[in-house]
């Protein structure tokens, strides 16, 4: 049976423990105010995210990229991951073509396990064999 009454000092700590978490990044925002400036922030952040890839990539790899997006959006993240990484380090040469994207597709591709070169998990058949000859 729970206690109708509050303790004080228990509310005061649930209090602080909320306003704590309210100023951490992974924490509820305090105020409808808080969570209006991360919301532009991160909108910020993607907005600078894509400009800097379009200045890395030609169109035909960006209009390629944005294909996969739509149909994997988790190999297209990892991709714009790759893209930046390399830019940061000054491992592109210049631009990124659509033939440098299809390497890197692969690349990803072979870091998942999957079965073949076709880009999925390997699927084996066993089939039973009804009418074998040792039955009849």
């Known amino acids: 049976r729970r ?3 509050m ?14 978490l309210g100023g951490q ?6 105020s ?5 400036q991360q919301n532009a922030k991160a909108e910020q ?8 890839l379009a200045s890395l990539m030609d169109p035909k790899a960006r209009e390629r990229l944005s294909r996969i997006a739509i149909v994997k959006p988790e ?3 990892a991709l714009e991951n790759m893209i930046l990484q390399a830019a940061q380090r000054g491992q592109l040469g210049g631009k990124v073509t659509e033939d440098s994207l299809i390497k890197m597709l692969e690349q990803i591709n ?27």
Not at 32 to 36: L, N, R, V
Not at 45 to 52: I, K, V
Not at 116 to 121: A, K, S
């Open 32 to 36: 409808a105010e808080e969570q209006e």
């Open 7 to 20: 303790d004080p000092n228990l509310e005061a700590i649930k209090q602080k423990r909320l306003a704590e």
């Open 75 to 77: 190999k297209a993240q």
């Open 3 to 5: 206690a109708t009454i």
């Open 110 to 136: 072979c870091g998942d396990g999957g079965g073949g070169g076709r880009g999925g998990p390997k699927i084996e058949m066993k089939r039973r064999n009804i009418m074998d000859d040792d039955d009849w």
């Open 45 to 52: 952040q993607a907005e600078n995210r894509g400009m800097a």
């Open 25 to 30: 990044p992974g924490g509820m925002p305090a």
